[in-house]
């Protein structure tokens, strides 16, 4: 079989004997065309599967209509609402600040995200300036979500490849970031750390080592990732010109992040409408060639690195400052001044009983999440609660594409597409 | 975002253009730097066409808002962008409850599909030619349009299987 000799060395670049023979075998000869049933009427019959809502390979609580035709899918319809909680509605009985919560568990990966959104909106309503140590600080944080949220994709979207173990590596890093977003807040997860016209509190004495000892480990450990799987026979063959969907038709959905990026077009709002400071960081937009699942695995794994970059910049060039607006009809006053000032003593009062009031008017505001462009719509009368807040989610959007993306391809590869299009079912409901 | 001048040329053309009229646009706000068309409800497609010739190719949110106690107390917003120009406009029209209807957008935006959805589903507003006008988010069989501002908070009992017999209203 082999041609080399034993003993005799490759030229360097040359395929190995493996690879030679490997790379003579003609798969063309083996696949089963796709449609088989071209002829005979009567013994075509499509299957309709119900996939779903309960099941692990859907990443939520999501079910699939799909019509089968043999193994392929001939259409898909996705049937959302089983974890619709009304957070919308719920947002319009509450003060502003107090809605940050009901907010953050929208798209429950990606917390920071939702509470920037949102908190944007307000402050842009309220026309309020955030200090610039506050918006580094919203930063720092919004890009470790977005670590953090790629990881719980990885881990996921691997195992359902089959990949088992690199869950548990993708988990023992997310572990490090909750436990920085711990620090710095006091919870994991929901953290409620930004608020309108800033953050909650500065970092505390011994968050910077642990940020930096984490930015340190971090590249090698996504260099492990790529060594499990990058060009892991397995997930090549699983994800390489699988479901490849072109920039026009993603565009026509709607669809943004990091899939639109994958089909090749740079769009990322960081860049193109910079927001909290983003403008001053360098980084680059990594894309995509041919919009398969491959380059949607690789533009994520590649924004992993790129987020650290933007964090450890953000670090070294921490400015001095206030933390959050020093605005006292906004932001609650520092503790220490309760005990001495009156007139802080008489802002606490009204702010955390009925809260500040919001100018009347209609604002939108676009962040760039780690699943595409999440948008927050907040519509205020004149009172202190939200008339209307919507979010625009990118799952919900997204998930639209999943239809034209799978169609003629086998079931098997509707798993990995669903996987890589990463959509969280608690912001797609909402 | 088209600045207050940019904004009001921008409604000139819209009034301007043909088969739109004057009355197209009912107005143009600039407010905090977001620039808002409000425009004639059965004129909305057309504006989106025409705006998608000045380069905002990009239909970002279509949302609803409900203006209650404000008439007509249903709103439709298309949050438009340009993604070349670095540019965004909001389109919103104003439609009353009693006659909630609003010609689909989904033939040219894709995007709106489940969108229109969710805002028929939250606000009851119809829209006309839309290819799959069923509810989102909501049980197919559920009463109402919660989203409305006159829908009531809270209140509503969780159904479970075993005991669906049982009288909540008590």
Redesign the interface.
């Known amino acids: 079989m082999s041609t080399l000799e034993p003993g005799t060395q490759a030229a360097p670049g040359a395929k190995s004997p493996y690879r030679r023979m490997e790379d003579s075998i003609d798969i063309a000869t083996m696949e089963q065309p796709l449609a088989v049933f071209a002829g005979d009427e009567a013994e075509h019959e499509l299957l309709t599967l119900n996939m779903g809502p309960h099941h692990p390979a859907t990443h939520g609580v999501l079910r699939l209509l799909v019509t089968l035709d043999g193994e392929v899918v001939q259409d898909l319809k996705p049937i ?2 089983y974890v ?1 909680t ?1 957070i ?3 947002c ?2 509450k003060s502003y600040w107090k809605a940050i919560p009901a907010v953050e568990r929208m798209d429950y990966l990606s917390y920071y995200f939702n509470a920037h959104a949102y908190c944007g909106a307000v402050e ?2 309220l ?1 309020c300036e955030v200090p610039k140590r506050g918006q580094y600080l919203r930063v720092i944080h919004l890009e470790l979500n977005r670590i953090k949220s790629h990881l719980v994709w990885l881990g996921t979207s691997a195992l359902d490849l089959g990949a088992m173990s690199v869950w548990w590596y993708c988990f023992r890093e997310r572990e490090k970031i909750l436990d920085l977003f711990e620090m710095s807040s006091g919870a994991r997860m929901h953290t409620r750390y930004i608020q309108v016209g800033g953050v909650i509190e500065d970092i505390p004495a011994g968050f910077e080592a642990k940020l930096r000892g984490f930015l340190a480990d971090m590249p090698n450990r996504i260099d492990q990732y790529g060594d499990l799987l990058t060009r892991n026979e397995i997930l090549l063959n699983r994800l390489r010109n699988v479901c490849p969907l072109d920039e026009q038709t993603l ?5 943004t992040g990091p899939l639109l990026r994958a089909a090749g077009n740079p ?1 990322d709002l960081r860049k ?2 910079p927001y909290s400071s983003y403008e001053d960081f360098d980084f680059k937009i990594p894309v995509g060639t041919v919009g398969d699942n491959y380059d949607r695995y690789v533009v994520r794994l590649q924004e992993m690195r790129e987020s650290l970059k933007i964090i450890e910049q953000a670090l070294d060039g921490l400015p001095e400052g206030p933390h959050i607006t020093t605005d006292r009809k906004i932001a609650l006053p520092p503790r220490h001044e309760l005990a001495t000032s009156m007139e802080a003593l008489i802002h606490h009062f009204k702010l955390v009983t009925e809260g500040f009031r919001v100018p009347p ?4 505001y ?1 962040v760039e999440s780690p699943r595409g ?1 999440l ?1 927050c ?1 907040v ?1 205020s009368d004149g009172s202190s609660k939200p ?2 807040v ?1 979010m ?1 989610d990118p799952s ?2 997204n ?2 594409a999943i239809a034209p993306m799978v169609q003629g391809n086998y079931i098997a590869d509707l798993i990995a597409t669903l996987a890589m299009l990463d959509p969280v079912l608690g912001g797609v ?2 | 975002m088209p600045d207050a001048t940019g904004l009001e040329l921008l409604a000139q053309d819209l009034r301007a253009a043909p088969g739109l009229g004057d009355d197209a646009v009912l107005g143009a706000v600039h ?4 620039a ?1 068309l409000e425009v004639r409800p059965s004129a909305v497609r057309a504006v989106l066409a025409r705006l998608r010739g000045q380069g905002y ?5 279509v ?4 203006y209650w106690p404000q008439e007509p107390r249903l709103g439709v ?1 298309y ?1 438009l962008l340009d ?1 070349s120009a ?1 540019d ?1 406009i ?1 389109v919103k029209l104003r439609v009353s409850t009693d006659a909630p209807e609003v010609e689909s957008v989904t033939a040219d ?3 709106a ?3 229109e959805r ?1 805002v028929y589903d ?1 606000f009851g507003v119809v829209f006309t030619g839309h290819p799959d006008p069923r ?5 197919e069989d559920y009463e109402g349009h ?2 409305r ?1 006159d ?1 009531p ?1 809270g209140g509503e009992p969780v159904l479970f299987t075993k005991d669906h017999d049982r009288d909540y209203t008590r």
Do not use: C
């Open positions: 959302i609402g619709h009304g919308e509605k719920t319009e009985d842009t309503l026309d565009l026509s959905l709607g669809v769009w193109a409408m008017g209609e604002v939108y676009p462009e948008g719509f519509r008339a209307r919507h625009r919900f959007v998930l639209q409901d909402r | 407010f905090r730097g977001q808002t190719g990009f239909l970002a949110s949302h609803g808002v409900d917003h949050e993604m670095l965004r909001r935006w894709p995007t599909n489940h969108q969710e939250m509810r989102i988010l909501m049980p919660p989203q501002r829908f908070v």
